[in-house]
């Protein structure tokens, strides 16, 4: 990193994608390599599943269900009726986004963990290459599912509070004396909600770090992560929402003139979506990036120091399948 460990707790949304992007210039080609076989792969599999959502469901919605049931069956058809149709329309529609969530799920882990395995190995000084990281890859997603699944676990009861809660109080509203107080209580669960998930993302996104570059994993690694972003929860949400928005927007872009964008026609649609993809792709790649620093950034905050020399030795071995974790030290400071 071009910062200094010690000068790395004072800087703030700038500094930190100055950063980002001194690191990711510094080593072009293996970023480049990792971007083209994961990334890319990824941002292709949501543009199909967005294209593909699109024509399927709608076959399943109220508005499809009359030309449906106007449509006429062939005698040697498999389907013997209009529900019959239905629900493998339904199944094939969910059979999609699963498929999706799994592939997608599997590809993100493993560009994260590429990601922030050569972060910390140019940090260190040592030198990686693609071959090395990809070796490496496979042994260090593990520890990332484990820990997704950790995180899973722990939002899943807050959601299914959350939509009890607001589900209660739309039949308040409903059918209540009192409508005000509903929708007073949708409000307050919906804000409360929404400022857990926000901060729970950046958990979870500084909860992968932590498990490829310590010991910490799944719960243990959530709970690591929440003391470690304590004085940095500002820092993180707002580069998360900018990023976010950013990454929103890109999308919306590509959806509406690839997917829906006929009129432009077929060389200039072509060409927006080559530039759409391509700055979602620096997009992610960045973002990425913005993890490992931030990780960094807390132990600087916390006055946690990171011998150099020892992340080296602590990578190298771990390249050689005899892991030994980093362990944290508070600085004499």
């Not at 994260?112 to 040592?126: E, H, K, L, P, R």
């Not at 997603?141 to 807050?158: G, V």
Request: glycine share 4%; hydrophobic share 50%.
């Amino acid at each position: 990193m071009e910062v200094e460990l010690e000068e790395m707790k004072s800087i703030g949304v700038i500094g930190v994608y100055r950063e980002a992007y001194k690191i990711i210039l510094s080593r072009r080609r293996i970023f480049t390599q990792i971007t083209l076989s994961l990334i890319l792969p990824l941002s292709f599999i949501s543009l199909a599943h967005t294209q593909l959502s699109k024509n399927l469901f709608p076959k399943i919605t109220d508005q499809n269900k009359k030309d449906v049931a106007e449509t006429q069956i062939p005698a040697n058809s498999p389907y013997t009726n209009m529900f019959d149709l239905l629900s493998s329309t339904f199944t094939s529609y969910s059979l999609l986004q699963t498929a999706y969530t799994i592939f997608f799920f599997i590809l993100s882990l493993l560009s994260t963990s590429a990601i922030v395995y050569t972060t910390a190995c140019i940090y260190s000084g040592q030198e990686a290459t693609f071959r090395m990281v990809m070796s490496v890859v496979p042994k260090v997603w593990k520890r990332l599912i484990i820990t997704s699944w950790s995180i899973f676990q722990a939002l899943t009861p807050n959601y299914l509070v959350a939509v009890t809660v607001i589900d209660l109080a739309a039949v308040l509203i409903a059918f209540g004396p009192n409508t005000n107080a509903g929708f007073v209580i949708s409000l307050v669960v919906g804000v409360l909600y929404s400022m857990g998930f926000l901060y729970m993302s950046i958990v979870w996104q500084l909860t992968g770090t932590i498990s490829v570059l310590e010991d910490s994993y799944g719960f243990q690694a959530m709970k690591r992560s929440n003391q470690l972003i304590r004085g940095k929860v500002g820092l993180s949400i707002l580069i998360l929402l900018m990023l976010g928005l950013i990454y929103y927007m890109l999308q919306k872009a590509l959806e509406e003139v690839v997917v829906d964008g006929e009129s432009l026609g077929m060389v200039n649609r072509v060409a927006f979506a080559t530039a759409c993809l391509s700055l979602l792709l620096l997009l992610s790649l960045f973002q990425r990036v913005i993890q490992t620093i931030i990780y960094f950034v807390c132990k600087s905050h916390h006055h946690e120091k990171i011998d150099k020399l020892a992340l080296s030795d602590h990578l190298q071995v771990y390249a050689e399948e005899l892991y030994v974790p980093l362990k944290a030290t508070q600085s004499s400071a």
